[in-house]
Nanobody, 123 residues
Framework: QVQLVESGGGLVQAGGSLRLSCAAS????????MGWFRQAPGKEREFVAA????????YYGESVKGRFTISRDNAKNTVYLQMNSLKPEDTAVYYC????????????????WGQGTQVTVSS
């Protein structure tokens, strides 16, 4: 079984930056993918970014392209989300997820989820 723990959320002003981390324990990620999703109050869960564990191919939601960067450290079983040029509409709870099958865009393709970390961007 896999446990995912997010960290790095907080309150920032518009235009600022945050770096989220997601540490996985209970297994090693030799394949599959890891991703970030977010959910704001009253809104559907939204795909943010994903990365293939082996090859490192990255995928992004349209709303964050050019501003967010996903990366991973295989040795640490950790995935990161560098968020730059933050906007108030980025405010949400951000969730880390892991997929055994290597899914990217759909939340249903992920097998494990973290507890979430709050990101709040003030205007």
């Amino acid at each position: 079984q896999v446990q995912l723990v997010e960290s790095g959320g907080g309150l920032v002003q518009a235009g600022g930056s945050l770096r989220l981390s997601c540490a996985a324990s209970g297994r090693t990620f030799s394949s599959g993918s890891m991703g970030w999703f977010r959910q704001a109050p009253g809104k559907e869960r939204e795909f943010v970014a994903a990365i293939n564990w082996r090859g490192g191919s990255a995928y992004y939601g349209e709303s964050v392209k050019g501003r967010f960067t996903i990366s991973r450290d295989n040795a640490k079983n950790t995935v990161y989300l560098q968020m730059n040029s933050l906007k108030p509409e980025d405010t949400a709870v951000y969730y880390c997820a892991a997929s055994r099958s290597g899914s990217y865009y759909a939340g249903r393709g992920y097998d494990y989820w973290g507890q979430g970390t709050q990101v709040t961007v003030s205007s």
